[in-house]
């Protein structure tokens, strides 16, 4: 496992436009809800420059790993500290992982949940991540991410623009 980790970096700034590219082919993937360029834009400025936060700021901090140079990046795994509503104690809160499906045949998805597990283990923090997907290949994104972690529930969607029949759509 630790070459898996090996793979993955921290993004920096000069990865900004590839960190687009996959957000964006993720969203179009998975997103169910309208992508907001705007809000897209607060995110990842704030997680590639951080030095220009104030002290003051309280809002969510993060990280993003990936795999591969500036010029190509092959896949990403996008964190934050979080809190559940109930309780005061922060958690890493993960927002998305995706594979570019030229790489999707690679160790790339292994890499990227070591990776967030390292990310647990480096700040103490508990992790959360799950398949938050309506797309056919759910169940198999479910299972791969039984190999490597644990399960602790499940995801449902409802959606009151679909007829009753469809709507009710498991999500794991």
């Known amino acids: 496992m630790n070459n898996d980790l090996a793979l993955v970096r921290i993004a920096g700034p000069a990865d900004r436009d590839e960190l687009v590219r996959l957000l964006v082919d993720g969203h179009e993937e998975n997103g169910m809800f309208p ?34 140079t ?30 570019d499906p030229d790489h999707r045949h690679s160790t790339h998805h292994r890499a990227l949940v070591e990776w967030m597990k390292e990310q ?31 399960k602790a529930g499940a995801f449902f969607y409802f959606d009151p623009n679909l007829t009753p029949s469809s709507s009710a759509v498991a999500v794991h």
């Open 70 to 99: 500036p010029e190509h990046l092959e896949g990403l795994a996008f964190l934050v500290i979080g809190r559940l509503w109930y309780s005061s104690q922060r958690h890493l809160e993960e927002f998305i992982v995706y594979v």
């Open 120 to 150: 647990s283990r480096l700040t103490g923090l508990k992790l959360m991540t799950g398949i938050l997907s309506i797309q056919p290949r759910t169940e198999a994104k479910v299972r791969l991410y039984q190999r490597y972690l644990p």
């Open 35 to 68: 992508l907001d360029q705007a809000r897209l834009d607060w995110w990842l400025s704030r997680l590639l420059y951080p030095e220009f936060l104030a002290i003051s700021d309280t809002d969510p901090r993060g990280v993003i790993g990936v795999i591969g």
